[in-house]
């Protein structure tokens, strides 16, 4: 994409609306035919959204940052409070039918993505 000639089609639009401008909505299949490494040939993939995992408590990088933000001054890097970007990179999760095989495929700056 070239960012210089959008600046030029919205000329009064600061760059942070044209990012929203860009943002979109994506419909994606249940199932994909892409390349499997194990398999290593196309198979059919079941396709589904990723999503981070729940953080333990007990773990033992966890305990390590309570135990280093305790007290006065705890605080080891600035909390970050005002975010200019108002999306997330969407990341798919593809499932090979035939062997198992899981791997991410990391996607791009999506208002919402929709599996159909
Ligand atoms: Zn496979």
Known sequence: M???KRRKKYKNVDVFSIAKLEAINMNVPKEITTYCPK????????VSLYKAGKRRALAKGERHHKREKKGYGGQKYPLQREFAKTTKKQTLRLKCKKCGYTRHKE???LRKLAIV
């Open 39 to 46: 398999c290593r040939e196309h198979q059919a993939h079941a």
């Open 2 to 4: 070239n960012v210089c």
């Open 107 to 109: 996607g791009i700056r």
